[in-house]
């Protein structure tokens, strides 16, 4: 395992949320239509907008696998039909899954600089409420002010939670986005995928979301889509098969339909629908969405461009390299990656401590093979560090 001799700065760290983080500060005239705890045959089950949610089968997190237990798997070297028994032993939570001082002095262990924190369990509720708009802002306000309250934005310049933001109603994410705003926040995640409202589809390009986009650009928010429940699944009924989501288990077609979609169409509608031209500062991280689906996105832009170079204010691939940041899963062509977007753009991300991460984050550079010392420190460390600062 190799090494480098500076601290990291890690993209892509997760908490997994306690029990209460969608429910100690519910609106109590929303807490039935959105998550609550239920005993069903046995067994606590949590219900979302009245329905059982399988998207994480074990929602409370203890026992919980163990940190990169599933490397291999991703890394195509170890098979399995039967995920579950790739996971191997369970282990009970550890207090730094959950508390921040706690995950500070394995940050220290580790070698870490700084994080940007994510959801675990939230990145795949929006599916679950879309068609209720008040209370899935109601469930993510609830969020945020538990994750806020119990890691807090922006912890001693080294934790940075982000703030979930949906955008069901425009009105109400520009609300929840003053709000990040207004705490210190440097990050926020949304999801990666149409617009769903009850209403149909729009694109986060839309103008409507111009005022949310405003306050995010004014401030300097880096703005991370983090992968999860796209809600891509419809597609796959196409095809014949179920649009039921659940973590790592999904047919091999479900897998190959939806797994980098979600993430060139969103990159794609904000360039396209003119949302770097509206707002120039904006910067837009992708976060657990791989990187195999940028160098088709840049041909595609270079084409679109030369064929109707009037549809767009600026050159699309030019806008893509200069406003989004890219962390690659550690199985790419991390190298392919860096010739498409410029080694400035690349993000170290380990997705501590999930299963699908790496268990020791610094150990990424092993499949920096090939670039330089330089290249290495900008994608370790300062790329992700310049991101929690607004831009000059």
């Known amino acids: 395992?190799?090494?480098?001799?500076?601290?990291?700065?890690?993209?892509?760290?997760?908490?997994?949320?306690?029990?209460?983080?969608?429910?100690?500060?519910?609106?109590?005239?929303?807490?039935?239509?959105?998550?609550?705890?239920?005993?069903?045959?046995?067994?606590?089950?949590?219900?979302?907008?009245?329905?059982?949610?399988?998207?994480?089968?074990?929602?409370?997190?203890?026992?919980?696998?163990?940190?990169?237990?599933?490397?291999?798997?991703?890394?195509?070297?170890?098979?399995?039909?039967?995920?579950?028994?790739?996971?191997?032993?369970?282990?009970?939570?550890?207090?730094?899954?959950?508390?921040?001082?706690?995950?500070?002095?394995?940050?220290?262990?580790?070698?870490?600089?700084?994080?940007?924190?994510?959801?675990?369990?939230?990145?795949?509720?929006?599916?679950?409420?879309?068609?209720?708009?008040?209370?899935?802002?109601?469930?993510?306000?609830?969020?945020?002010?538990?994750?806020?309250?119990?890691?807090?934005?922006?912890?001693?310049?080294?934790?940075f939670t982000a703030p979930y933001l949906t955008l069901l109603d425009p009105h109400q994410a520009h609300d929840e986005a003053r709000w990040a705003v207004e705490q210190g926040a440097r990050v926020v995640v949304m999801r990666a995928g149409p617009v769903m409202a009850p209403s149909g589809g729009r694109s986060p390009g839309d103008p409507m979301y111009d005022p949310m986009w405003k306050v995010l650009d004014d401030a300097g928010v880096l703005v991370a889509y983090h992968s999860g429940e796209a809600g891509y699944g419809r597609y796959v009924v196409d095809w014949g098969e179920s649009a039921e989501f659940e973590a790592f288990r999904r047919t091999p077609l479900y897998g190959i339909v939806t797994s980098d979609r979600a993430i060139s169409d969103t990159v794609a509608a904000l360039i396209c629908h003119g949302v770097f031209d509206r707002h120039p500062r904006l910067r837009v991280a992708t976060i657990e969405s791989g990187s195999e689906w940028v160098h088709p996105l840049v041909k595609k832009l270079a084409k679109a461009w030369s064929m109707t170079p009037g549809a767009f204010a600026t050159d699309p691939v030019e806008a893509l390299r200069r406003h989004v940041w890219v962390a690659p899963y550690y199985e790419d062509d991390i190298r392919h990656l860096a010739d498409a977007l410029g080694a400035d753009h690349v993000l170290f991300g380990s997705d501590w401590p999930h299963a699908e991460g790496i268990a020791e984050p610094k150990s990424f550079v092993d499949d920096l093979d090939g670039f330089s010392d330089e290249e290495i420190r900008l994608i370790m460390r300062e790329n992700a560090l310049s991101l929690t600062t607004p831009p000059a």
């Open 1 to 159: 395992m190799g090494t480098v001799d500076f601290e990291v700065f890690d993209a892509d760290n997760h908490y997994y949320e306690a029990t209460d983080a969608f429910t100690r500060h519910i609106d109590p005239k929303m807490a039935k239509r959105a998550m609550q705890w239920a005993d069903i045959d046995g067994r606590t089950r949590l219900v979302v907008a009245g329905k059982v949610n399988r998207f994480i089968p074990n929602p409370q997190f203890d026992p919980v696998a163990k940190p990169g237990c599933l490397d291999e798997y991703f890394r195509g070297r170890s098979p399995a039909n039967d995920i579950r028994g790739a996971f191997g032993d369970l282990e009970p939570i550890s207090p730094a899954y959950r508390n921040r001082d706690a995950r500070l002095e394995v940050m220290d262990r580790q070698g870490m600089a700084g994080c940007f924190m994510f959801p675990t369990l939230a990145v795949g509720m929006e599916e679950a409420l879309v068609n209720d708009v008040d209370a899935a802002h109601a469930a993510f306000r609830a969020l945020n002010r538990w994750a806020d309250e119990d890691w807090g934005v922006n912890y001693r310049d080294r934790i």
